[in-house]
């Protein structure tokens, strides 16, 4: 495996060349050109399997507003052209309806978000609004036989449709602004927002009219008030992935917690059938009290896929695929001898194998996993020479072609179709021309021996053809459990930091994915252990592998978990860098135990038990009993709406600072979560950092 993997690194730094063309003169690649840059979103097939239809979201390079549009292109290839173009908003998440005869999609032309469709019989057709809503639609699932809907979006739990006039608790007092929660609730803020007592995401099903709308009266998959109380998909990044109609069209699978005060704590989302006959739904998974994910039926309607970790409370735990036999009743754990974390189900048409996604060493290819035997084939997707990178919403075709998006290190996600055993071919260049015109990047991957003796991954990343010394930065990933993968980041982006005139190294340390389960679950319990020990030895097998990267200026710079062994680094690694740059990182694990949202997260990383029961797991790998060892410059990010590490989070880290006198800046953010998503903050935000790292390793000062 080793040596597989490394020749595909090698590969992708020889085919950078190739797929992105040094033209007589580049530039380097700015903050500007990152937000600008057009964005891919999941493909939608015809049923013949001769039309691609995918979001394309288009940023004003001068307001900086961004529209989604749809664009329709041969499947055998050829010109990508815009299509539906309404003419004051815009258009996402298409999907074509069974027969092939219109083409849906979502839209806020009315003033809310709704489904809309073409009718793609008559070329000449204007798009048609299909619902009318008084809730914004979030999402849509057409049924197998094109005759009803699934819709989706917040509403109050007692509302019978997405056509309510009132909603939430409407027991709530008045007359103020204050909300009451009252003893036994459940999430009272989540990610970025507070909670509306007794409102939460519902799906309901609907008729499709002869002419395409929406009609009739809805039957809500969570069946009358008292049967089920949650979120639906679940929030904070649920979506479509939760919810899959049943071959027949008579029953609908999703994925759902139970909203009660004991939701902060769990991890035990459960799938359940929804029989749409005005019965209450039934809970498929009631034996696990872990998560239960990703339910997908089989075209032929036999079986039901999802997928499902073991530990309670546990949210990176591996995901198995599971198989339920619809007729039989008999369950089975497909994938348990294979020790990879599926992020992605998609079934063959013939319903004998499912195409799944999961991230394996620094790649996420596709893998093909036969229904039968269960075994698993890692399948090779990618244009020819190019590493697979990152391989995401996946569409196999009933001639055994795949239509997926793919994105790497190198350039944002496109369209692309492969045949089995043939190289892909790309059917979107959305940003073809964009990227030839820029600098393009070397991408290098290493192991070395890290903590414990374990191989461990990492990347280097540099501007092509870059002459002489480079400063350092490393970059260190959040999560914990995640990776720096070969993939496109619209926020933490390799290629623009190389852009800058540096090297980029990022490190796999223990806890990160991609490399088994036990791996992964190496940080337990040990945020400040091993990680660090591989950080370390990382870095230093960088700069020996490659001259030319100047290992006397170095700065690190991380976010979330990223952000925390920043704070952690000011204490136990003091001497070896210039500068820091923490991004909504943890500060202090006594006030994060008691003021984030999901406390499962919390109290499993620390050994299971709130801080009451065990300070000392806390403590232990607490940056704020080292506040004395403080030394390196640092830059601290935070978003006002961040719930998941709050904002006085990053107050501490920037006061401790200013008390002990090391240099330092504050960059707060009033309308920003845990991350940064609005344009025009994003520049902000690469100005500020570029300004900083320049401070300190190229200013001399």
Known sequence: MKHITTALGALTIALTFTALPAMAETRPMNAQDLVTLKRIGAPAVSPDGQTVVFQQTDTDPASYKRTPGLWRVPAGGGTAVRIADLPDAGESAPAFSPDGQR????????GTDQLWFLDLTNPAAAPVQASTFKADVAGYLLSPDGRRVLVWGDVARDCPTLDCDAGGDTSQPGPGTGRLYRDGTGFVRHWDSWETPGTYSRAFAL???????????????????????????????????????????????????????????????????????????????????????LPAASPDGKWLAWAAMERPGYEADRLIVQLLNLKTGQKRALTAGWDRSVSSLAWTPDSRALIATAQDVLDTPAFRIDIASGRVERLKL???????????????????????????????????????????????RANADALTALTPVESTRF????????????????????????????????????????????????????AQGYAVVSVDFHGSTGYGQAFTDAINRDWGGKPLEDLKQGLDAALARDSA??????????ASYGGYMM???????????????????????????????ELW?????????????????????????????????????????????????????????????????????????????????????????????????????
């Open 103 to 110: 083409l849906y999609f979502l839209s806020g032309q009315s």
């Open 207 to 293: 008729t499709l009219g002869t002419d395409g709308r929406v009609t009739g009266d809805a039957t809500a998959l969570d069946g009358p008030p008292g049967t089920l109380t949650g979120d639906t998909p679940s929030k904070p990044m649920g979506g479509a992935e939760e919810i899959a109609w049943q071959a027949d069209s008579r029953g609908a699978f999703f994925a759902a917690r139970q909203a009660d005060r004991h939701e902060p704590l769990s991890t035990n989302l459960d799938i359940w059938h929804a029989p749409l006959d005005g019965t209450a739904p039934h809970n498929l998974t009631a034996d696990n009290k872990a998560t239960d994910t």
């Open 382 to 428: 990618a244009p020819k020479g190019l590493a697979e990178a990152h391989v995401a919403n996946v569409v196999p075709l009933k001639d055994g072609r795949i239509v997926f998006t793919r994105d790497a290190i190198a350039g944002p996600a496109e369209v692309l179709i492969a045949a089995r055993g043939k190289p892909a071919t790309a059917l979107s």
């Open 447 to 498: 192991s070395f021996a890290g903590a414990q003796g374990a191989t461990v991954w990492g990347q280097i990343h540099k501007p092509a053809g870059a002459a002489g010394k480079l400063p350092v930065l490393l970059f260190v990933h959040g999560g914990p459990q995640g990776s720096y993968n070969d993939s496109w980041s619209s926020r933490w982006n390799p290629r623009l930091f190389a």
């Open 549 to 558: 990267l100047d290992g006397t200026r170095t700065c690190a710079l991380g």
């Open 567 to 597: 704070n952690w680094i000011q204490s136990e690694w003091a001497d070896r860098f210039q500068c820091l740059v923490n991004h909504n990182g943890v500060f202090d694990n006594r006030g994060m135990a008691y003021s984030t949202e």
């Open 601 to 701: 997260f919390t109290e499993w990383e620390h050994g299971g038990k709130p801080y009451h029961e065990a300070p000392d797991e806390y403590e232990k790998w607490n940056p704020a009993s080292r506040v004395a060892q403080w030394q390196t410059p640092m830059l601290v990010v935070l978003g006002e709406k961040d719930y998941r590490i709050p904002y006085s989070q990053g107050l501490g880290a920037f006061t401790a600072l200013q008390r002990k006198g090391v240099p330092a800046e504050l960059l707060v953010f009033p309308d920003e979560n845990h991350w940064v998503l609005k344009p025009k903050n994003s520049l902000q935000w690469h100005q500020t950092v570029f300004s900083w790292l320049d401070r300190w390793l190229k200013s001399g000062k």
